[in-house]
Nanobody, 114 residues
Framework: VQLQACGGGLVQPGGSLRLSCAASGSIFSIDVMGWYRQAPGKQRDLVATIRVGGGTNYLDSVKGRFTISKDSAKNTVHLRMNRLKPEDTAIYYC?????????WGQGTQVTVSS
């Protein structure tokens, strides 16, 4: 299984970005897709997840600003990020869990700065 993420970049505070992550390879039965992020010198935090049935979870600090969605037909997950703050700056990693195995994308940099 391979995960390819895109959509990161530099944005001013208050701006928006949309991250996407496409899974390919031996896709049989995805249980969960989602996003983690890791800022320099900090631990990796779970940002958002979406389960096979569509249920979602969010990190408290992004609730109301970020929205995770998926296109099951394309094995793709998106993360819409609105009202971005400097503290959202991090490398964002998508992941997928299938048959008790977890797969990771390569990470995409999001920088929120004026």
């Amino acid at each position: 299984v391979q995960l390819q993420a895109c959509g990161g970049g530099l944005v001013q505070p208050g701006g928006s970005l949309r991250l996407s992550c496409a899974a390919s390879g031996s896709i049989f039965s995805i249980d969960v897709m989602g996003w983690y992020r890791q800022a320099p010198g900090k631990q990796r935090d779970l940002v958002a997840t979406i389960r096979v049935g569509g249920g979602t979870n969010y990190l408290d600090s992004v609730k109301g600003r970020f929205t995770i969605s998926k296109d099951s037909a394309k094995n793709t997950v998106h993360l819409r990020m609105n009202r971005l703050k400097p503290e959202d700056t991090a490398i964002y990693y998508c992941y997928l869990r299938q048959l008790d195995r977890t797969y990771w994308g390569q990470g995409t940099q999001v920088t929120v700065s004026s």
